[in-house]
């Protein structure tokens, strides 16, 4: 009960922000690009996966209940779970004899890497899809999920995207960004997480860490790279900021999409950047090429104390770089809007499994078999508390990621969560590549005249690709 109750906590904080799992992603599949490298994918054995368009199968059998039929094909949305999932999915057949494939998708290409794989021979049998603009992308491979067992174990009905009124895709965990915090060499340079209450005590404590860095051993910011690899995370997390203001002003939430955007927070977002790019070791001309690993790993190695990322970087930064839970905190992403100390994390979901109706019918019952045993077992649900922040189900161990719980003490203290604006951003790739662009630009040579190319891509281009994709 202890488990569920924070479960349902935790979505009471999303309540009404989540309109399914938003809506504009990648390529109009998948939103935000997850961080890290591609993993290898482990393969398996040939298999017969002629297509076809079936109705729900019938009910899952337990793993281990019937003779191995069918096989599982499980393309990866999130990078930094390509381990955890390999490793998984090695249990399960070793339980059930049933192979299981996990192929992931190198950061910013899932888009690209669904496409392709779907025109194989052997395409994914589980797939992502992030929002309703992936939905009409790819709705008909959609399996209806009335009647799946997996699909029955959600907590409610708040991470469910629907195509019509047919629910297709289930939202497997919900997440929150912000600013991430190394409190051990904050408290180093002097100073602690109770001075940060907006942009302006932000920003004083950042400009002493970075004036001093020499002598510190450390600088404010880890690099803001404008590499594919982590450029998502300001064309898209950043953008999030002016995003959201916006949309509380006119009373929208996710899912509205509206035919433009004036703007008007864009001189918040100017004061946010401009800082990531000024106390920060890396040069400013030199950040097209910054990747995202550089920037984890600056922080991770504890060369920076702030780093603009989400709670799902939590097993990376205690597992991969050893950091210890109780050094690592997150805060809002300040800018400078008036009342934002009562500003909680950005908290929301782009990450809802598909199963794809045109596999065999051997396939997909093997896949909701697998999505089942994911959601119930001891191996399953550890593997979800362990390498995802929130998770919607009803068997769901309680999470041990600090950030995750640093929403919930936001939300808590009656603090406004920020949900995810972004995700309505149409044509998503096209209009992130034109500012990522202009951001570029603008922190090589910072001025009015370069950020107004910022706005330029950031106003003018919403209208023109949301023409393009709507006509």
Not at 359 to 382: C, H, K, P, R
Not at 448 to 457: K, L
């Amino acid at each position: 009960m202890k488990k569920l109750l924070a479960l349902v906590l935790s979505a009471v904080m999303l309540v009404g922000l989540l309109c399914g799992c938003g809506g504009g992603g990648e390529g109009g599949s998948a939103a935000t690009n997850p961080p890290a490298t591609q993993a290898p994918a482990t393969e398996a054995p040939e298999q017969n996966n002629t297509p076809e368009d079936p109705s729900t199968p019938d009910t899952p059998e337990e793993p281990g209940n019937t003779e191995a039929t069918g096989s599982v094909y499980y393309l990866n949305f999130k990078p930094e779970a390509d381990k955890a999932l390999q490793d998984l999915a090695g249990v399960y057949t070793s339980k059930t004899g049933v192979p299981v494939k996990v192929v992931t998708a190198a950061s910013g290409t899932y888009s690209d890497t669904l496409t392709a794989e779907m025109g194989k021979s052997e395409p994914p049998t589980i797939f992502n899809i992030g929002n309703a603009a992936g939905m009409a992308d790819w709705g008909d491979y959609a399996l209806d999920l009335t009647g799946a067992k997996f699909f029955d174990e959600r907590i409610n009905d708040d991470y469910v995207l629907y195509d019509g009124s047919t629910p297709k895709a289930l939202g497997y965990c919900f997440e929150s960004f912000g600013i991430i915090v190394h409190t051990k060499l904050l408290a180093d340079a002097g100073h602690s997480l109770d001075e940060i209450k907006d942009f302006a005590s932000l920003k004083a404590v950042a400009d002493d860490i970075h004036s001093r860095a020499a002598d510190l051993g450390f600088d404010a910011f880890s690099s803001p790279g404008l590499d594919g690899s982590s450029s998502w995370r300001f064309s898209g997390h950043l953008a999030n900021i002016p995003l959201y203001y916006e949309y509380r002003d006119n009373g929208l939430n996710v899912g509205s999409q509206p035919a433009t955007v004036t703007g008007a927070y864009l001189d918040n977002f100017r004061n946010i950047w401009d800082l990531y790019i000024t106390d920060t070791a890396a040069s400013a001309t030199s950040l097209t090429s910054a990747t995202g690993d550089m920037s984890e790993a600056e922080f991770g190695q504890g060369q920076a104390v702030f780093y603009q990322n989400g709670d799902w970087e939590y097993a990376n930064l205690t597992g991969n770089f050893g950091m210890d839970p109780a050094d690592l905190a997150m805060i809002p992403i300040y800018s400078g809007v008036a009342g934002e100390d009562k500003a909680g994390l950005c908290s929301g979901t782009e990450n809802c499994w598909a199963v794809n109706a045109k596999a065999s019918q051997e396939n997909i019952q093997a896949s909701l078999d697998f999505l089942y045993w994911m959601v119930t077992s001891e191996e399953g649900t550890t593997m979800l508390r362990d390498n995802f922040s929130g998770v919607p189900f009803k068997g769901a161990k309680e999470t041990i990621n600090v950030f995750a719980g640093d929403a919930r003490t936001y939300a808590e203290a009656g603090n406004y969560t920020m949900f995810w604006a972004f995700n309505d951003t149409p044509n998503v790739d096209s209009w992130r590549a034109t500012v990522v662009t202009a951001l570029a630009a603008y922190s090589a040579a910072p001025s009015d005249d370069t950020w107004a190319e910022v706005v330029t891509a950031f106003v003018d281009g919403w209208a023109y690709e949301y023409n393009v994709i709507n006509g």
